[in-house]
């Protein structure tokens, strides 16, 4: 396959980093919401978090 992505190129080692990309991207999307949800609420755009 000449055209796999990289990752596969990777080994035993590519469910690691197909796992950690997926774990980067669902944290992602978590603290986005989370923002969203802290600026709704605060009301001022600011860190409710903190």
Known sequence: MADAPTWSREGSRSPLV???????????????????RSIAASGDGGWALH
């Open 18 to 36: 197909l796992l950690r990309a997926a774990c980067r991207e669902l944290i992602g999307q978590t603290i986005q919401r989370l923002e969203r």
